[in-house]
Nanobody, 121 residues
Framework: QVQLVQSGGGLVQAGGSLRLSCAAS????????MGWYRQSPGKQRELVAT???????VSADSVKGRFSISRDNAKNTVYLQMNGLKPEDTAVYYC???????????????WGQGTQVTVSS
């Protein structure tokens, strides 16, 4: 009932910037939160940043001051502006949306397809 389409990502040199986008569509009643997670080989998927419908933001300490999350509620889209990229940021980045649908009994998380971000030295 909820589909997420991600765009952005790619290969950049250290210190460069990338902008990720994630658009949600489907028959959901509301979106409680939208955000980004990442996973590198041999490591557990971790939170990068999330933003609630009310505008509250939670982000990882490792990206504070470099990454910025924002949303466009009219377009059901969340963005991640990544500046000052480091090789340690290399990972597959996944969009996540917590939404309420007509059939769900509670808010449910949905995942995007993921996009590779590679930062070279």
């Amino acid at each position: 009932q909820v589909q997420l389409v991600q765009s952005g990502g790619g290969l950049v040199q250290a210190g460069g910037s990338l902008r990720l986008s994630c658009a949600a569509s489907g028959s959901f009643l509301s979106i409680n939160a939208m955000g980004w997670y990442r996973q590198s080989p041999g490591k557990q998927r971790e939170l990068v940043a999330t933003i609630t419908s009310g505008g509250s933001i939670v982000s990882a300490d490792s990206v504070k001051g470099r990454f910025s999350i924002s949303r466009d509620n009219a377009k059901n889209t969340v963005y991640l502006q990544m500046n000052g990229l480091k090789p340690e940021d290399t990972a597959v980045y996944y969009c996540n949306v917590v939404a309420v649908t007509k059939t769900a009994i509670k808010p449910t998380g949905y995942w995007g397809q993921g996009t590779q971000v590679t930062v070279s030295s």
